[in-house]
Protein backbone atom coordinates (compact mmCIF):
# COMPACT_ATOMS: atom_id res chain seq x y z
CA UNK A 1 0.00 0.00 0.00
CA UNK A 2 1.11 3.60 -0.82
CA UNK A 3 0.31 6.65 0.52
CA UNK A 4 -0.60 10.12 -0.70
CA UNK A 5 -1.07 13.41 0.53
CA UNK A 6 -4.60 14.78 1.96
CA UNK A 7 -4.17 17.76 -0.56
CA UNK A 8 -2.86 15.85 -3.78
CA UNK A 9 -3.66 12.44 -5.63
CA UNK A 10 0.09 12.73 -7.46
CA UNK A 11 3.71 11.04 -6.29
CA UNK A 12 2.38 8.62 -3.56
CA UNK A 13 5.00 7.16 -1.70
CA UNK A 14 6.12 4.22 0.85
CA UNK A 15 5.15 3.28 3.97
CA UNK A 16 8.72 4.00 5.08
CA UNK A 17 8.76 7.07 3.28
CA UNK A 18 5.36 8.14 5.01
CA UNK A 19 7.00 7.01 8.38
CA UNK A 20 10.48 8.93 7.91
CA UNK A 21 9.02 11.56 6.37
CA UNK A 22 5.48 12.07 8.50
CA UNK A 23 4.10 15.21 6.81
CA UNK A 24 4.10 15.54 2.82
CA UNK A 25 6.20 18.48 1.88
CA UNK A 26 2.42 20.16 0.10
CA UNK A 27 1.22 20.89 4.18
CA UNK A 28 -1.22 17.95 3.89
CA UNK A 29 -1.22 14.43 5.70
CA UNK A 30 -0.31 11.37 4.27
CA UNK A 31 -3.57 8.94 3.75
CA UNK A 32 -3.55 5.31 2.19
CA UNK A 33 -3.53 5.93 -1.64
CA UNK A 34 -5.25 3.08 -2.24
CA UNK A 35 -8.54 0.88 -1.14
CA UNK A 36 -7.17 -2.64 0.16
CA UNK A 37 -9.68 -5.55 0.74
CA UNK A 38 -7.86 -7.23 3.61
CA UNK A 39 -10.98 -10.15 3.73
CA UNK A 40 -8.73 -13.18 2.89
CA UNK A 41 -6.28 -12.09 5.74
CA UNK A 42 -9.39 -11.66 8.69
CA UNK A 43 -12.23 -13.44 7.71
CA UNK A 44 -10.57 -16.93 8.44
CA UNK A 45 -9.31 -15.83 11.89
CA UNK A 46 -11.07 -17.15 15.11
CA UNK A 47 -11.58 -16.41 18.74
CA UNK A 48 -8.03 -18.09 19.30
CA UNK A 49 -5.92 -15.93 17.40
CA UNK A 50 -3.80 -13.79 19.17
CA UNK A 51 -3.41 -10.42 19.19
CA UNK A 52 0.48 -10.93 17.65
CA UNK A 53 -0.75 -13.26 14.86
CA UNK A 54 -3.45 -11.21 13.63
CA UNK A 55 -0.69 -8.29 13.50
CA UNK A 56 1.53 -10.28 11.96
CA UNK A 57 -1.10 -11.78 9.07
CA UNK A 58 -2.72 -8.27 8.31
CA UNK A 59 0.43 -5.89 8.54
CA UNK A 60 2.42 -7.74 5.29
CA UNK A 61 -0.86 -7.90 3.40
CA UNK A 62 -1.38 -4.17 4.25
CA UNK A 63 2.41 -2.91 3.52
CA UNK A 64 3.15 -6.27 1.11
CA UNK A 65 6.78 -5.26 -0.50
CA UNK A 66 7.74 -3.72 2.25
CA UNK A 67 7.30 -6.31 5.19
CA UNK A 68 7.52 -9.57 4.54
CA UNK A 69 6.07 -11.86 6.69
CA UNK A 70 8.68 -13.23 8.60
CA UNK A 71 9.64 -9.37 9.74
CA UNK A 72 6.48 -9.29 10.29
CA UNK A 73 6.23 -11.81 13.08
CA UNK A 74 9.32 -10.52 14.59
CA UNK A 75 7.75 -7.08 14.54
CA UNK A 76 4.31 -8.16 16.20
CA UNK A 77 5.76 -10.33 18.98
CA UNK A 78 8.58 -7.69 20.10
CA UNK A 79 5.79 -4.66 19.83
CA UNK A 80 3.13 -6.49 21.27
CA UNK A 81 3.70 -7.74 25.27
CA UNK A 82 0.29 -6.33 25.92
CA UNK A 83 -2.92 -6.83 24.06
CA UNK A 84 -6.57 -5.08 23.69
CA UNK A 85 -9.01 -7.43 25.32
CA UNK A 86 -12.69 -7.98 24.20
CA UNK A 87 -15.52 -8.52 26.77
CA UNK A 88 -18.71 -8.92 25.79
CA UNK A 89 -21.25 -7.42 27.96
CA UNK A 90 -24.42 -8.82 27.02
CA UNK A 91 -26.69 -8.54 23.74
CA UNK A 92 -25.71 -5.09 23.06
CA UNK A 93 -22.51 -4.18 24.43
CA UNK A 94 -19.15 -5.00 24.27
CA UNK A 95 -15.89 -3.24 25.74
CA UNK A 96 -12.77 -3.03 23.97
CA UNK A 97 -10.01 -2.62 26.74
CA UNK A 98 -7.20 -0.52 25.02
CA UNK A 99 -5.44 0.94 28.30
CA UNK A 100 -3.02 -2.39 29.21
CA UNK A 101 -0.34 -1.09 27.73
CA UNK A 102 2.82 0.59 29.96
CA UNK A 103 1.05 3.95 30.14
CA UNK A 104 -2.45 2.96 30.33
CA UNK A 105 -3.87 4.86 26.90
CA UNK A 106 -4.73 3.81 24.06
CA UNK A 107 -1.97 5.70 22.03
CA UNK A 108 0.86 2.80 23.53
CA UNK A 109 -0.63 0.35 20.75
CA UNK A 110 0.42 2.48 17.95
CA UNK A 111 3.47 3.86 19.43
CA UNK A 112 4.83 0.38 20.00
CA UNK A 113 3.93 -0.81 16.35
CA UNK A 114 5.69 2.21 14.97
CA UNK A 115 9.13 1.54 17.16
CA UNK A 116 9.16 -1.90 16.15
CA UNK A 117 8.66 -1.53 12.20
CA UNK A 118 10.66 1.09 12.46
CA UNK A 119 13.75 -0.61 13.66
CA UNK A 120 12.82 -3.40 11.14
CA UNK A 121 12.69 -1.10 8.31
CA UNK A 122 15.64 0.87 8.92
CA UNK A 123 17.51 -2.18 9.88
CA UNK A 124 20.20 -1.12 6.62
CA UNK A 125 19.68 2.23 6.81
CA UNK A 126 22.35 3.57 9.18
CA UNK A 127 21.49 5.27 12.79
CA UNK A 128 18.37 7.27 12.94
CA UNK A 129 16.92 9.90 15.64
CA UNK A 130 13.32 10.09 16.63
CA UNK A 131 12.57 13.93 18.07
CA UNK A 132 9.39 14.54 19.53
CA UNK A 133 7.63 16.74 21.69
CA UNK A 134 5.68 15.64 24.93
CA UNK A 135 3.59 17.22 27.56
CA UNK A 136 3.01 14.05 29.65
CA UNK A 137 2.78 10.52 29.64
CA UNK A 138 3.35 10.04 25.79
CA UNK A 139 6.54 10.80 26.46
CA UNK A 140 7.24 8.20 28.72
CA UNK A 141 5.26 5.47 26.08
CA UNK A 142 8.09 6.56 23.20
CA UNK A 143 10.53 5.95 25.70
CA UNK A 144 9.31 2.56 26.32
CA UNK A 145 8.89 1.48 22.99
CA UNK A 146 12.27 3.19 21.60
CA UNK A 147 14.50 1.68 24.31
CA UNK A 148 17.27 -0.71 23.34
CA UNK A 149 16.03 -0.54 19.60
CA UNK A 150 18.91 -0.94 17.27
CA UNK A 151 20.67 2.15 15.37
CA UNK A 152 17.71 4.02 16.82
CA UNK A 153 18.12 7.16 19.53
CA UNK A 154 15.22 9.10 20.96
CA UNK A 155 14.81 12.36 22.29
CA UNK A 156 12.42 13.54 23.76
CA UNK A 157 11.70 17.00 24.80
CA UNK A 158 9.22 18.87 27.80
CA UNK A 159 8.49 21.76 28.63
CA UNK A 160 9.09 23.41 31.91
CA UNK A 161 6.46 22.98 34.56
CA UNK A 162 5.77 19.24 32.88
CA UNK A 163 8.06 16.11 34.21
CA UNK A 164 9.15 13.13 32.52
CA UNK A 165 7.87 10.36 34.79
CA UNK A 166 8.97 6.76 35.12
CA UNK A 167 11.83 6.95 33.08
CA UNK A 168 14.76 4.52 34.29
CA UNK A 169 18.52 6.65 34.13
CA UNK A 170 19.87 3.47 32.95
CA UNK A 171 17.98 3.77 29.80
CA UNK A 172 19.63 7.22 28.46
CA UNK A 173 22.25 7.27 26.14
CA UNK A 174 25.34 8.32 28.36
CA UNK A 175 24.74 5.24 30.32
CA UNK A 176 24.51 2.97 27.50
CA UNK A 177 20.88 3.18 26.60
CA UNK A 178 19.23 5.26 23.54
CA UNK A 179 17.04 7.91 25.32
CA UNK A 180 17.84 11.48 25.63
CA UNK A 181 14.79 13.15 27.82
CA UNK A 182 15.18 17.26 27.41
CA UNK A 183 13.67 20.09 29.58
CA UNK A 184 12.92 23.05 27.16
CA UNK A 185 12.70 25.89 29.29
CA UNK A 186 9.53 27.50 27.24
CA UNK A 187 6.12 26.07 26.57
CA UNK A 188 4.86 22.83 24.85
CA UNK A 189 4.46 24.87 21.70
CA UNK A 190 8.34 26.04 21.90
CA UNK A 191 9.21 22.11 22.22
CA UNK A 192 7.01 21.70 18.70
CA UNK A 193 8.86 24.39 17.00
CA UNK A 194 12.07 22.78 17.97
CA UNK A 195 11.25 19.55 16.50
CA UNK A 196 10.37 21.33 12.85
CA UNK A 197 13.33 23.53 12.80
CA UNK A 198 15.67 20.34 13.89
CA UNK A 199 14.32 18.59 11.05
CA UNK A 200 14.67 21.45 8.67
CA UNK A 201 17.99 21.85 9.51
CA UNK A 202 19.13 19.36 6.54
CA UNK A 203 22.61 18.54 7.32
CA UNK A 204 22.04 17.93 10.90
CA UNK A 205 19.13 16.19 10.15
CA UNK A 206 20.82 14.61 7.86
CA UNK A 207 23.73 13.89 9.97
CA UNK A 208 21.47 12.03 12.95
CA UNK A 209 19.23 10.90 10.22
CA UNK A 210 16.00 12.92 12.18
CA UNK A 211 12.64 12.26 11.94
CA UNK A 212 9.74 12.83 14.00
CA UNK A 213 6.94 10.28 15.37
CA UNK A 214 4.05 12.63 16.22
CA UNK A 215 -0.22 11.68 16.51
CA UNK A 216 -0.34 12.74 12.96
CA UNK A 217 2.46 9.95 11.43
CA UNK A 218 0.67 7.27 9.80
CA UNK A 219 3.05 4.76 11.12
CA UNK A 220 1.18 5.02 14.67
CA UNK A 221 -2.64 5.64 13.32
CA UNK A 222 -2.40 2.24 10.74
CA UNK A 223 -1.54 -0.28 13.28
CA UNK A 224 -4.66 1.20 15.43
CA UNK A 225 -6.38 -0.30 12.85
CA UNK A 226 -5.45 -3.31 14.12
CA UNK A 227 -7.36 -3.92 17.32
CA UNK A 228 -10.73 -3.18 15.34
CA UNK A 229 -9.83 -6.47 13.56
CA UNK A 230 -9.03 -7.63 16.83
CA UNK A 231 -12.49 -7.13 18.00
CA UNK A 232 -14.58 -7.98 14.80
CA UNK A 233 -12.88 -11.55 14.69
CA UNK A 234 -13.58 -11.77 18.68
CA UNK A 235 -17.05 -11.04 18.15
CA UNK A 236 -18.27 -12.36 14.26
CA UNK A 237 -19.84 -15.74 15.06
CA UNK A 238 -22.20 -14.06 17.59
CA UNK A 239 -23.18 -10.98 15.83
CA UNK A 240 -26.84 -11.37 13.93
CA UNK A 241 -27.12 -7.78 13.15
CA UNK A 242 -25.65 -4.15 13.06
CA UNK A 243 -22.16 -3.68 14.73
CA UNK A 244 -21.01 -0.32 15.93
CA UNK A 245 -17.97 1.02 17.27
CA UNK A 246 -18.02 4.04 19.65
CA UNK A 247 -15.10 5.64 19.75
CA UNK A 248 -14.32 8.95 22.50
CA UNK A 249 -13.04 10.52 19.98
CA UNK A 250 -10.54 14.34 20.44
CA UNK A 251 -7.96 14.38 17.52
CA UNK A 252 -10.33 11.61 15.83
CA UNK A 253 -6.91 9.40 15.22
CA UNK A 254 -9.16 6.09 16.89
CA UNK A 255 -11.72 6.62 14.94
CA UNK A 256 -10.05 7.38 11.28
CA UNK A 257 -8.20 4.29 12.04
CA UNK A 258 -11.53 2.66 12.56
CA UNK A 259 -12.87 4.26 9.23
CA UNK A 260 -9.27 2.09 7.89
CA UNK A 261 -10.43 -0.92 9.50
CA UNK A 262 -13.90 -0.37 7.56
CA UNK A 263 -12.15 0.29 4.40
CA UNK A 264 -9.88 -3.04 4.75
CA UNK A 265 -13.04 -5.12 4.12
CA UNK A 266 -14.46 -5.28 8.02
CA UNK A 267 -18.00 -5.98 8.03
CA UNK A 268 -19.46 -2.30 10.23
CA UNK A 269 -22.43 -0.37 9.92
CA UNK A 270 -21.06 3.01 11.80
CA UNK A 271 -18.71 4.73 14.27
CA UNK A 272 -20.48 6.97 16.74
CA UNK A 273 -18.36 9.58 17.36
CA UNK A 274 -18.31 9.90 21.17
CA UNK A 275 -17.44 14.13 22.08
CA UNK A 276 -17.79 16.41 24.93
CA UNK A 277 -18.62 19.77 25.33
CA UNK A 278 -16.15 20.23 22.45
CA UNK A 279 -17.72 18.66 19.54
CA UNK A 280 -18.06 22.06 16.88
CA UNK A 281 -16.85 19.11 14.36
CA UNK A 282 -19.91 16.99 14.91
CA UNK A 283 -21.37 20.02 12.63
CA UNK A 284 -19.23 18.85 9.53
CA UNK A 285 -20.41 15.34 10.40
CA UNK A 286 -24.08 16.17 10.18
CA UNK A 287 -22.79 18.10 6.99
CA UNK A 288 -22.78 21.73 7.90
CA UNK A 289 -19.65 24.00 7.85
CA UNK A 290 -17.10 23.24 10.31
CA UNK A 291 -16.47 26.61 12.54
CA UNK A 292 -13.83 25.45 15.21
CA UNK A 293 -14.74 27.13 18.84
CA UNK A 294 -12.43 27.99 22.16
CA UNK A 295 -11.71 24.79 23.67
CA UNK A 296 -13.83 24.31 26.92
CA UNK A 297 -12.45 21.98 29.88
CA UNK A 298 -14.23 19.39 30.84
CA UNK A 299 -13.72 16.22 32.83
CA UNK A 300 -12.95 13.76 29.71
CA UNK A 301 -9.84 16.25 29.11
CA UNK A 302 -8.24 13.82 26.31
CA UNK A 303 -11.42 14.65 24.41
CA UNK A 304 -10.79 18.44 24.99
CA UNK A 305 -9.64 19.43 21.21
CA UNK A 306 -10.89 22.35 19.39
CA UNK A 307 -9.49 21.57 16.27
CA UNK A 308 -8.96 17.92 15.61
CA UNK A 309 -5.66 17.41 13.65
CA UNK A 310 -6.88 14.64 11.58
CA UNK A 311 -9.54 16.93 10.42
CA UNK A 312 -8.15 16.85 7.36
CA UNK A 313 -8.16 13.19 6.85
CA UNK A 314 -11.69 13.18 8.07
CA UNK A 315 -12.63 15.44 5.28
CA UNK A 316 -11.15 13.47 2.83
CA UNK A 317 -13.23 11.07 3.45
CA UNK A 318 -16.81 12.83 3.43
CA UNK A 319 -14.76 14.48 0.12
CA UNK A 320 -15.22 11.02 -1.77
CA UNK A 321 -18.33 9.70 -0.97
CA UNK A 322 -20.27 12.44 1.28
CA UNK A 323 -23.28 10.73 1.38
CA UNK A 324 -22.06 7.01 2.36
CA UNK A 325 -20.15 8.83 5.20
CA UNK A 326 -23.44 10.34 6.45
CA UNK A 327 -24.50 7.09 7.09
CA UNK A 328 -21.67 5.98 8.80
CA UNK A 329 -20.20 8.01 11.44
CA UNK A 330 -22.67 9.38 13.94
CA UNK A 331 -22.22 12.27 16.09
CA UNK A 332 -22.94 12.48 20.04
CA UNK A 333 -22.09 15.25 22.33
CA UNK A 334 -22.33 13.91 25.96
CA UNK A 335 -21.93 16.82 28.95
CA UNK A 336 -20.13 16.60 32.44
CA UNK A 337 -23.21 15.34 34.26
CA UNK A 338 -23.79 12.93 31.87
CA UNK A 339 -20.37 11.48 31.97
CA UNK A 340 -20.48 11.10 35.48
CA UNK A 341 -23.78 9.23 35.43
CA UNK A 342 -22.84 6.95 32.81
CA UNK A 343 -19.62 5.73 34.98
CA UNK A 344 -22.05 4.88 37.52
CA UNK A 345 -24.58 3.25 35.68
CA UNK A 346 -21.85 1.32 33.70
CA UNK A 347 -20.69 0.55 36.89
CA UNK A 348 -23.91 -0.46 38.73
CA UNK A 349 -25.08 -2.95 35.61
CA UNK A 350 -21.72 -4.76 34.44
CA UNK A 351 -19.87 -4.38 37.72
CA UNK A 352 -16.66 -2.64 35.40
CA UNK A 353 -15.32 0.52 36.57
CA UNK A 354 -14.71 2.69 32.81
CA UNK A 355 -12.64 5.49 32.71
CA UNK A 356 -14.46 9.38 32.00
CA UNK A 357 -13.39 8.91 28.32
CA UNK A 358 -14.63 5.72 28.03
CA UNK A 359 -18.45 6.70 29.44
CA UNK A 360 -18.47 9.11 27.22
CA UNK A 361 -18.41 6.68 24.46
CA UNK A 362 -20.94 4.15 26.70
CA UNK A 363 -23.49 7.65 27.14
CA UNK A 364 -23.23 8.60 23.66
CA UNK A 365 -23.77 4.59 22.12
CA UNK A 366 -26.90 4.40 24.39
CA UNK A 367 -28.02 7.75 22.65
CA UNK A 368 -27.10 6.92 18.99
CA UNK A 369 -28.33 3.34 19.66
CA UNK A 370 -32.22 4.56 19.64
CA UNK A 371 -31.97 5.20 16.14
CA UNK A 372 -30.41 0.98 15.50
CA UNK A 373 -32.90 -1.73 14.95
CA UNK A 374 -33.11 -3.85 17.96
CA UNK A 375 -30.34 -6.36 17.39
CA UNK A 376 -27.65 -3.84 16.97
CA UNK A 377 -24.53 -4.74 18.53
CA UNK A 378 -21.92 -1.80 20.03
CA UNK A 379 -18.00 -2.23 20.89
CA UNK A 380 -17.57 0.51 23.42
CA UNK A 381 -13.43 1.44 23.41
CA UNK A 382 -12.42 2.05 26.65
CA UNK A 383 -9.29 3.96 25.79
CA UNK A 384 -7.66 5.04 29.15
CA UNK A 385 -7.17 3.01 32.65
CA UNK A 386 -9.62 4.40 35.13
CA UNK A 387 -6.94 4.89 37.47
CA UNK A 388 -5.44 7.80 36.06
CA UNK A 389 -8.67 9.44 36.19
CA UNK A 390 -9.28 8.31 40.28
CA UNK A 391 -11.07 11.79 41.64
CA UNK A 392 -14.08 11.39 38.84
CA UNK A 393 -13.91 8.02 39.21
CA UNK A 394 -14.07 7.38 42.63
CA UNK A 395 -16.71 10.38 42.74
CA UNK A 396 -19.09 8.42 40.33
CA UNK A 397 -19.11 5.09 41.70
CA UNK A 398 -18.22 5.02 45.14
CA UNK A 399 -15.33 2.76 44.40
CA UNK A 400 -11.49 2.99 44.86
CA UNK A 401 -9.22 2.43 42.02
CA UNK A 402 -6.19 0.18 42.26
CA UNK A 403 -3.42 1.52 40.71
CA UNK A 404 -1.33 -1.15 38.52
CA UNK A 405 2.47 -1.32 39.23
CA UNK A 406 3.26 -0.20 35.90
CA UNK A 407 0.97 3.13 36.07
CA UNK A 408 1.94 4.28 39.82
CA UNK A 409 5.86 4.16 38.81
CA UNK A 410 4.99 6.63 36.12
CA UNK A 411 4.51 8.71 39.04
CA UNK A 412 8.12 8.63 39.70
CA UNK A 413 9.74 12.21 38.41
CA UNK A 414 12.96 11.09 36.57
CA UNK A 415 15.67 14.17 35.73
CA UNK A 416 16.23 15.39 32.35
CA UNK A 417 19.85 14.74 30.89
CA UNK A 418 19.82 18.53 30.05
CA UNK A 419 17.80 22.22 30.69
CA UNK A 420 17.99 24.47 28.10
CA UNK A 421 16.81 27.67 26.81
CA UNK A 422 14.63 26.98 24.02
CA UNK A 423 16.64 27.89 20.68
CA UNK A 424 18.02 25.35 17.94
CA UNK A 425 21.56 25.51 18.65
CA UNK A 426 21.21 24.75 22.46
CA UNK A 427 19.23 21.87 21.11
CA UNK A 428 21.87 20.74 18.84
CA UNK A 429 24.60 21.37 21.28
CA UNK A 430 22.99 19.55 23.95
CA UNK A 431 22.24 16.55 21.84
CA UNK A 432 25.83 16.75 20.58
CA UNK A 433 27.17 16.13 23.85
CA UNK A 434 25.21 12.76 25.16
CA UNK A 435 27.36 10.60 22.78
C1 LIG B 1 -5.93 10.57 23.19
C2 LIG B 1 -7.11 10.01 23.92
C3 LIG B 1 -8.41 10.01 23.36
C4 LIG B 1 -8.72 10.66 22.05
O1 LIG B 1 -8.26 9.93 20.96
P1 LIG B 1 -8.11 10.61 19.53
O2 LIG B 1 -7.49 9.56 18.68
O3 LIG B 1 -7.26 11.83 19.71
O4 LIG B 1 -9.51 10.97 19.07
C5 LIG B 1 -9.42 9.37 24.05
N1 LIG B 1 -9.21 8.83 25.28
C6 LIG B 1 -8.00 8.85 25.88
C7 LIG B 1 -7.85 8.26 27.23
C8 LIG B 1 -6.91 9.45 25.23
O5 LIG B 1 -5.71 9.48 25.84
Redesign the pocket.
Known amino acids: MQFRSTKSHESPVSFKEAVLRCLPPDGGLYVPASVMDMRQYFLYMDTETSYPELVATVAPGLLQGELNPFSASMVAESAFDFEPELRQLDETFSLLTLYNGPTG???DFGIAFLAAVMEELLKNNGPAMIVSATRGDTGVSIANAFHKRQNITSVILYPSGSAIQGLDPASYVPNGGNIIPIQIEGSFDECQKLVKEIIRDRPYADRYGITSVN?INVGRLLPQSFYFLHAFVKLKKYLNGDLLFS?????????IAGLYAWKFGMPVNGFIAAMNANNAIGDFIRGRQFIPRPVKSTNSP??D?AQ?SNYERLASFYDEAPAVMRNMVFPAAVDNDDTVKALERFWKRYGIIL?P?GAVAYAAAERVLSGFDPGSHVVILA??HPAKKAVTVTEATGQTVEIPRRLALLREKADPLAVIKPNLDALETAIVSCF
Do not use: E, I, Y
Open positions: VFKAVPSGNFGNLALVPDHTG
